[in-house]
């Protein structure tokens, strides 16, 4: 007798949208929100003006390491001084709408935790209004989140994440590949 052993590997698929309304919510998820580019923007601020920034003081240092820093650094001063719009002026009906769904929200942004106060500012400067117990700081979000859900949500099955980064989408989807959870990513671009 031959028996066949079947192994299911789970699929965690990146899903592309413009707008908060083509997301499947499920009830009592946990939804995670980036804050960059998928919350809020800034004016002039995007992938054009972070490759200049960073091409500008590789040139100077040689260093890519340095250059990311200073890049990140010259964005830091300059978001500070800025107020934010807001990226989809249908996330509030939708943060309603999931809160009516019994799901968890957080934010898990890249940005340092230096800039707790600030961010806190630009969310309420366009009407968001999270617990700040509930926005994460780390610029390894696939690490950060497996801790997150292991650690504060470990009763809940699924997580739905949307960032308008792929890179990012791609490491939660590598750390999150092998554990109980069901995992949807949404890859934002407006």
Same mark, same amino acid.
């Given at each position: 007798?031959?028996?066949?052993?079947?192994?299911?590997? /789970?699929?965690?698929?990146?899903?592309?949208?413009?707008?908060?309304?083509? #997301?499947?919510?499920?009830?009592?998820?946990?939804?995670?929100?980036?804050?960059?580019?998928?919350?809020? /923007?800034?004016?002039?601020?995007?992938? /054009?003006?972070?490759?200049?920034?960073?091409?500008?003081? &590789?040139?100077?240092?040689?260093?890519?390491? &340095?250059?990311?820093?200073?890049?990140? %650094? +010259?964005? $830091?001063?300059?978001? =500070?001084?800025?107020?934010? @719009?807001?990226?989809?002026?249908? #996330?509030?009906?939708?943060?309603?709408?999931? %809160?009516?769904?019994? $799901? @968890?929200?957080?934010?898990?942004?890249?940005?340092?935790? #230096?800039?707790?106060?600030?961010?806190?500012?630009?969310?309420?400067?366009?009407?968001?209004?999270?617990?700040?117990?509930? #926005?994460? &700081?780390?610029?390894?979000?696939?690490?950060?989140?497996?801790?997150?859900?292991?650690?504060?949500?470990?009763?809940? =099955?699924?997580?739905?994440?949307? +960032?308008?980064?792929?890179?990012?989408?791609?490491?939660?989807?590598?750390?999150?590949?092998?554990?109980?959870?069901?995992?949807?990513?949404?890859?934002?671009?407006?």
């Amino acid at each position: 007798m031959i028996i066949i052993y079947l192994i299911l590997k /789970k699929v965690i698929n990146m899903i592309k949208i413009k707008k908060f309304n083509e #997301i499947n919510v499920i009830p009592n998820s946990l939804i995670v929100f980036d804050i960059d580019d998928t919350l809020i /923007k800034f004016d002039g601020i995007d992938q /054009k003006w972070w490759i200049n920034k960073i091409n500008k003081h &590789f040139k100077i240092t040689q260093n890519d390491d &340095f250059a990311d820093y200073l890049a990140h %650094k +010259d964005w $830091c001063d300059l978001v =500070s001084k800025i107020n934010p @719009e807001i990226v989809d002026e249908e #996330i509030h009906e939708f943060i309603e709408f999931v %809160k009516q769904k019994n $799901c @968890e929200i957080i934010l898990l942004t890249a940005r340092n935790s #230096i800039m707790k106060d600030i961010t806190k500012k630009h969310l309420e400067t366009v009407n968001l209004y999270f617990d700040e117990n509930n #926005i994460y &700081f780390n610029g390894n979000k696939g690490e950060e989140l497996f801790k997150i859900v292991h650690e504060k949500y470990n009763y809940i =099955s699924n997580i739905i994440m949307i +960032d308008d980064i792929e890179n990012n989408l791609e490491d939660i989807k590598e750390k999150m590949l092998n554990t109980k959870f069901n995992v949807y990513l949404y890859n934002i671009k407006f």
